[in-house]
């Protein structure tokens, strides 16, 4: 299977320039240039730059000169540090994988459309130059499984309109329930040589957002050990996630969480990206403060180990904050340990 070269080991920056109050205070002083130096020491080569609409545009769909003036200092300092970025649209006007955003119409409503593609048209023109040291992430998480013809059009179009301006950039598209792996099937074939499959893996969802007050039906309280068998795993899916179970059910209820879980997960995929000759990235991953700190680190070696066997570039959810800090004091005991894992 191809490689996305320069994008192997990585972290996201969320939290900066999306899912924000999106005020100057938090601008400036949630990522600084500190922070980029820690990333590059931590032997990493590149960082995932989630940023929304609301940065560069306003409600009108007027640019914000400043914002791609954040952007660029952002690239700036990555390049500085010798990290590579994928800038990925977190939000555009009109859809946010967050139903709580209250943006809506996106995959019906051609002007939003035409306003996503002269983003990435300003994006692209703005930012030229940067060569493999960039690359575009269209939209973050496409939700209903509803969208995915809708979506493969509109990924179409724009990635024909960015390739006027930049012929070879890298650009990355994933799929329907929330960036799912089994969703990648349903993209269209790549466009050209320079397209990336996407992916966000947090599976087991019941271990990696165990406690998450977003997940519907998901208690405060809950807590599930990494140890737990993948029959106690399923029980707590029914109990706390309205059933969402994954793999867990093509799993022997007794048996228990290994890298085997992720070769198998990832198994379908890879066999789709080396049929079509495209590299797969998995531009989230990660798991929530509330699980122990020695359980995190052994989730990270499973599908760590996975990830390296199948030549996976991927990004960690996420550097600071956002629930899942990988600077969390915390993480202060198993840190050394996790970030070779990245």
């Excluded at 400036?28 to 929304?52: C, M, Q, T, Y």
């Excluded at 024909?160 to 799912?180: A, C, T």
């Excluded at 956002?322 to 894992?341: H, T, Y």
Aim: with cysteine.
């Amino acid at each position: 299977m191809r490689e996305f070269k320069g994008y192997v080991h990585g972290v996201d920056l969320g939290g900066w320039f999306s899912q924000c109050d999106h005020t100057k205070e938090r601008y400036d002083n949630f990522i600084k240039e500190e922070d980029f130096e820690r990333i590059a020491s931590w032997g990493l080569d590149h960082v995932r730059l989630p940023i929304d609409y609301e940065l560069v545009e306003d409600e009108n769909g007027n640019y914000i000169q400043e914002g791609f003036e954040r952007i660029r200092k952002a690239l700036e300092l990555a390049g500085k540090y010798n990290l590579n970025t994928v800038l990925d649209l977190h939000k555009t006007f009109g859809y946010s994988f967050d139903l709580g955003y209250g943006e809506s119409g996106f995959f019906d409503n051609e002007s939003y459309q035409e306003r996503f593609y002269k983003l990435w048209e300003k994006i692209s023109s703005e930012f030229g130059g940067y060569g493999d040291a960039l690359a575009f992430e269209l939209l973050n998480e496409v939700t209903s499984k509803e969208y995915s013809d809708k979506w493969n059009s509109i990924a179409r179009e724009c990635i024909k309109r960015i390739r006027v301006i930049l012929p070879e950039v890298k650009i990355l598209v994933g799929g329907y329930y929330n960036n799912s792996i089994v969703a990648l099937k349903d993209l269209e074939a790549p466009y050209d040589e320079n397209i990336v499959y996407n992916f966000h893996c947090y599976e087991p969802l019941i271990f990696t957002h165990q406690g998450a007050g977003w997940v519907d039906k998901m208690s405060l309280d809950f807590r599930i050990p990494l140890s737990a068998t993948y029959g106690e795993m399923a029980k707590a899916s029914e109990e706390q996630t309205n059933g969402v179970l994954g793999d867990l059910k093509l799993y022997d209820p007794a048996d228990r969480l290994s890298s085997e879980y992720f070769d198998k997960f990832f198994a379908e995929a890879v066999a789709i990206a080396e049929e079509r000759n495209v590299p797969l990235y998995c531009g989230e991953y990660g798991v929530i403060e509330t699980a122990t700190p020695e359980d995190t680190l052994g989730w990270y070696e499973m599908i760590s180990e996975a990830f390296n066997k199948y030549n996976i570039g991927r990004a960690a959810w996420s550097y600071r904050e956002m629930n899942f800090g990988l600077v969390s004091p915390a993480l202060d005991g198993i840190r050394d340990k996790l970030i070779k894992l990245l």
